[in-house]
C-alpha cells in the first residue's frame, strides 16, 4: 500500500515524506504487530484503551519508539490511562474531555499531541464537534484549558463520497493554523493523500481484514 500511496501523491505534487502512515492494529494481538515492527514501522493507531494497554506496554519494552495514537472514543473516566498510553489523542471533541485531558496532562507532566475530531458528516452516533462549532471549541481549548493543539481528524459516513468531508476538514485546519490533518482509511487514503492529509489511518490493506471483535 506504501507503493499506491506514493504514486497518489506524486499525482497530487506532494512528497511521500509529507505523510504518515498510521498502521491501525486494533483487533490485532502483539503477534501480528511485531512483524511491522521488526520491519521498522513505529507509528500504530488503537481504538481502545483497554485492548491498547493489554498489548502495547509489552511491545514497547522491545521497541521504545513506537508512536501509539488512540483513534477510538475517549470517556473521562478513561483519560487519566489515555494520557499515560498515547502520545497522540486524536479524538477530543468536547469541553469536558478538554478539561480533564488538562488536568491529566499537567498532573503527570505528560503532553501527547491533541487533534480535535470533527463530526463532518454530522452524523448522531457519530462522535466529534460538528464543524459549525468547531472554530468555537478550537478557541476554547486554546483560551480556556491552555491546550495546545496538534491537529484535527475526521471519520467521513460510510456511505458518502469522502471527498467534500476531507474538504471540509482542510479547511477548517488551515482557518485555525493547525498543522495534522488526519484523516484517509483503507478504502479512501488515496483521495485523503491528495488532499491534504498529513496522517492517513490504515489497519485492514495493511493487516487483512478484521474478524469480528
Ligand atoms: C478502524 C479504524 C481505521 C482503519 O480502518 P480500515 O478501514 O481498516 O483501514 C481508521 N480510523 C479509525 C478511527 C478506525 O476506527
Redo the contacts with the bound molecule.
Keep these: 500500500m506504501r507503493a499506491e500511496l506514493k504514486s497518489a501523491l506524486e499525482e497530487a505534487g506532494r512528497d511521500s515524506g509529507e505523510i504518515e502512515i ?1 498502521a ?1 492494529s ?2 490485532h494481538s502483539a503477534d501480528f504487530i511485531r512483524p511491522l515492527l521488526i520491519a521498522g514501522h513505529r507509528v500504530f ?1 488503537e ?1 481502545r484503551i483497554q485492548e491498547a494497554a493489554a498489548k502495547w506496554p509489552a511491545l514497547r519494552d522491545d521497541f521504545d519508539d513506537v508512536v501509539l495514537h488512540l ?2 472514543p475517549l470517556q473521562s473516566n478513561k483519560a487519566k490511562e489515555a494520557v499515560a498510553l498515547f502520545d497522540v489523542i ?2 477530543l471533541d468536547r469541553p469536558k474531555i478538554a478539561r480533564v485531558l488538562a488536568a491529566e496532562m499537567e498532573k503527570q507532566d505528560k503532553h501527547p499531541a491533541l487533534l480535535v475530531q470533527v463530526n463532518t458528516g454530522e452524523e448522531p452516533q457519530k462522535a466529534g464537534i460538528l464543524p459549525a462549532e468547531a472554530d468555537a471549541f478550537i478557541a476554547q481549548c486554546r483560551d480556556e484549558f491552555s491546550l495546545s493543539l496538534a491537529g484535527v ?1 475526521c ?1 467521513p459516513p460510510v456511505d458518502e463520497p469522502p471527498a467534500p468531508h476531507f474538504a471540509l476538514l482542510a479547511k477548517i485546519a488551515e482557518r485555525n493554523d493547525l498543522e495534522t490533518i ?1 484523516m ?4 479512501d ?1 488515496a483521495i485523503a493523500a491528495q488532499m491534504g492529509a498529513t496522517h492517513v ?7 487483512g ?2 474478524g469480528t471483535p
Excluded: L, Q
Design positions: 498510521i491501525v486494533k483487533t493507531g481504538n483513534i477510538g486524536e479524538t481528524m471519520i488526519s484517509g482509511m483503507s478504502h487514503y489511518r490504515v489497519g485492514s490493506a495493511i493487516f481484514p478484521r
